[in-house]
């Protein structure tokens, strides 16, 4: 930046401007990219499925032609090696809006496909719904559309319980209006007709009521705010999170003044009844919070006592002298981590704690470079220093 103070104040408005309008460009961009993160929403039932309802709203005016996977019970993650689903809603390769069902060897058992559907509803909203109660039926703004009955194929039998792992949204490649299309999706562990999915919604005249879901998700919803807060893939917040975290420690009898031990927690998490189903990252997500739990107040004291000094050794006199700019923007990146640290685990990521370590230890040998002596040009040409000159001055007057 130039030394002249308004081009400084200048400068640094354009980048403001600059900043803000890239942000602006890219905003739908980052949007789909936070709600790429909720495209697999943990239902936790391992067990399997007898009867359920799963629905969702799918607006066909933001998108008019969605393609690949609608709403979906998946045994995994969506991407997981094998894909291995169980039902399928969704348009394929033909255009068509489709459905399918695929037993526990993971074999094709049920297939419908609902021509001009599309065609029939397109700029409008639809509410679809599935409900698996002896077969599987497709309705759609409470018409029926299609039925799957229990029978299976000449080769694949129908299941006797479908997998629900796993509610998936959406595929990889998301457009405005939510995943696919689909701005909203609403599953219930038993079945529950339209009208009560309806009412639900609060499209219906009330006649009849449906039970709290079990997820209840709204993509249109998203801020910014409770997408960063909620854990990315899952239906839980951050504080849910620590809940369950000071839980496990209860649970095991760990008391948070000496702390359960260095690297502890992601074993006695895997095996706490308080875990949170769907949560795959055995971590606290603050890590300062986790510290406490495994290095105990005297631990966690004394890593934040050498944080400080660290932080402090480039104000102090007899390190490596930098420019203070050098040492501004160590600062900065060291902040952002510990800044990070309060919402996730970078201080554990082997990557991320090497950069930390490799900027502390470039703090703690380091010191802001004082301001440049002023000099001057004498008669023959040579630099002259004015503060060498006035101690020569004071040395010759005996003052010194």
Not at 109 to 119: K, N, Q, T
Not at 123 to 136: F, T, Y
Not at 210 to 236: C, H, Q, S
């Amino acid at each position: 930046l130039p030394r002249n103070p308004q081009w400084t104040a200048a400068g640094l408005g354009l980048l403001a401007v600059l900043f803000a309008g890239v942000l602006f460009v890219l905003w739908p961009w980052i949007e789909w990219r936070f709600q790429a993160e909720f495209n697999a929403l943990a239902i936790g039932r391992d067990e399997g499925l007898t009867e359920f309802t799963l629905a969702g709203s799918l607006d066909l005016g933001e998108t008019p032609r969605p393609r690949g996977l609608l709403i979906g019970l998946f045994a995994a993650r969506h991407g997981a090696p094998g894909q291995p689903r169980s039902v399928w809603l969704g348009v394929g390769n033909s255009g068509q809006l489709s459905l399918m069902v695929w037993n526990e060897q993971r074999r094709l058992c049920g297939r419908a496909e609902i021509p001009e559907f599309l065609e029939k509803h397109r700029g409008e909203r639809v509410d679809l719904v599935l409900v698996g109660h002896e077969g599987l039926r497709l309705f759609a703004n409470g018409e029926l559309l299609a039925y799957l009955e229990p029978v299976g194929t000449e080769r694949a039998s129908w299941p006797g319980r479908i997998a629900g792992d796993y509610l998936v949204v959406g595929g990889y490649t998301g457009r405005p209006g939510g995943r696919e299309g689909i701005t909203r999706v609403l599953f219930w562990d038993q079945a529950v007709p339209p009208a009560g999915v309806a009412a639900r919604w609060g499209r219906g005249g009330g006649e009849v009521e449906a039970p709290a879901p079990v997820i209840d998700f709204n993509y249109t919803a998203l801020g910014l705010r409770p997408l960063l807060w909620m854990k990315e893939g899952t239906l839980f917040g951050r504080d849910q999170v620590w809940a369950s975290a000071l839980e496990t420690m209860r649970h095991f009898g760990v008391s948070m003044v000496w702390g359960a031990g260095p690297g502890t927690y992601p074993s006695l998490y895997a095996i706490s009844p308080a875990r949170l189903k769907g949560l795959t990252e055995l971590h606290v997500h603050n890590d300062y919070l986790e510290f406490l739990l495994t290095f105990g107040a005297p631990g966690a004291t004394a890593l934040g006592l050498a944080l400080c000094l660290v932080l402090a050794r480039p104000a102090l006199r007899g390190g490596v002298r930098m420019p203070p700019g050098f040492v501004v923007l160590m600062w900065a990146a060291a902040g952002g981590i510990l800044l990070v640290a309060f919402l996730d685990w970078p201080l554990f990521s082997p990557a991320v704690r090497t950069l930390f370590l490799v900027l502390a230890g470039v703090m703690s040998c380091t010191s802001l470079r004082k301001k440049q002596r002023q000099r001057r040009t004498g008669a023959s040409g040579e630099e002259i220093d004015e503060e060498e000159e006035e101690l020569a001055r004071l040395e010759e007057a005996g003052e010194v």
